[in-house]
């Protein structure tokens, strides 16, 4: 037996590096070249990109104060926040999706101690905006949130958490591997972030000759306030 198993290895080492040698190169680099390439399954595309167009569109944290400060400040001065809010959320999105994760599934108790620490900034940001004075007031001696400022708030930010794991969680075979469906992903939430944000700055900063009025403006915070703090609610019990 087993001289019979050796001939039958010697066969088949004859056969593929003899007249058969190239088939068998052609068939290694064929599965070399497949496992290099993008395969994207379009129906898990199409949902995560529902999914993507959902939650970068409808009122959130960010959007709401993008809105209040392109108000506030117009649509130039707020750029340097809406950059700060894609790329930091676009950031985000790798830094869990290639790993980070991990330690929050070590020390569990962290992402709940995030959640409430972003809520608490939240609500005091929702006070802020309630008792703000008129345009004219606020461009006197306030100023805009900033880059880096807009970038870190993403990480105390429950709802960027819950879009940001459930997307991970529903749409990670969009690709044939995981790294690939996160780089992926990270593409695809730029994409749809940006235009995204981009209108809710734009809409606040329309809102702005108006807002100049103090009897207009005082009614407008009372109600971009409680909208922002009712924001946090269902997030926090995800």
Not at 149 to 176: E, H, R, S
Request: aromatic share 8%; proline share 6%.
């Amino acid at each position: 037996m087993a001289l019979s198993m050796s001939t039958l290895v010697g066969v088949r080492c004859i056969g593929a590096d003899g007249a058969h040698g190239k088939p068998r190169n052609h068939r290694r680099r064929r599965r070399m070249t497949g496992t290099s390439a993008l395969h994207v399954h379009l129906d898990v595309l199409a949902g995560f990109v529902a999914f993507g167009v959902v939650a970068a569109a409808t009122p959130g944290p960010n959007n709401l104060m993008l809105m209040t400060s392109g108000a506030k400040f117009g649509f130039a001065r707020t750029l340097p926040h809406l950059a700060g809010v894609v790329l930091g959320f676009s950031l985000m999105v790798a830094l869990v999706g290639l790993g980070l994760d991990a330690v929050f599934q070590r020390v569990p108790q962290l992402l709940p101690v995030m959640r409430i620490l972003g809520s608490l900034y939240m609500l005091w940001l929702a006070m802020k905006i309630a008792f703000a004075g008129p345009i004219g007031e606020v461009e006197g001696g306030g100023s805009p949130l900033g880059f880096f400022a807009a970038a870190a708030f993403q990480w105390v930010n429950p709802k960027a958490w819950v879009a940001i794991l459930g997307a991970l969680a529903a749409y990670a075979p969009m690709t044939d591997t995981y790294a690939q469906s996160v780089a992926l992903m990270v593409g695809l939430f730029t994409a749809i972030t940006l235009p995204s944000a981009g209108a809710w700055a734009l809409f606040g900063a329309a809102l702005k000759r108006l807002l100049a009025d103090p009897r207009a403006v005082r009614p407008f915070n009372l109600v971009m306030a409680v909208i922002l703090a009712a924001s946090i609610a269902p997030m926090l019990f995800e």
